[in-house]
Nanobody, 127 residues
Framework: QSQLVESGGGLVQPGGSLRLSCVVS????????IAWFRQAPGKEREAVSC????????TYADSVRGRFTISRDNANGPVYLQMSSLKPEDTAIYYC????????????????????WGLGTQVTVSS
């Protein structure tokens, strides 16, 4: 059974940091891209970042570039999202998602391309 489980969310003050984790299991392939998305109340889901199966390539949305870092230590290992210089507008439920890669890696921040999703973890940035 395919499963993605997020953890690490919480309440943090503006300017603070958090590290989210996404543990993946049961996917039918060893070659999958992992992405982070977020959704704030009353807003559409927004892409944050994605990373290749081996951690060798990362892509970021403009809104988080330079503040967030996505990483994974090895293929099939957990995926992390290190968030720094957090702002109130970063408040949202953060989801990790997975999609199988093709022969050639093409980074994607399109939610519709991701088949497997976690249940999310809440991040609240407030003083």
């Amino acid at each position: 059974q395919s499963q993605l489980v997020e953890s690490g969310g919480g309440l943090v003050q503006p300017g603070g940091s958090l590290r989210l984790s996404c543990v993946v299991s049961g996917l039918p392939s060893d070659y999958y891209t992992i992405a982070w998305f977020r959704q704030a109340p009353g807003k559409e889901r927004e892409a944050v970042s994605c990373i290749r199966h081996d951690g060798g390539s990362a892509t970021y949305a403009d809104s988080v570039r330079g503040r967030f870092t996505i990483s994974r230590d090895n293929a099939n290992g957990p995926v992390y999202l290190q968030m720094s210089s957090l702002k109130p507008e970063d408040t949202a439920i953060y989801y990790c998602a997975a999609k199988e890669e093709g022969t050639y890696y093409v980074p994607s921040l399109m939610a519709l391309e991701y088949r497997y999703w976690g249940l999310g973890t809440q991040v609240t940035v407030s003083s």
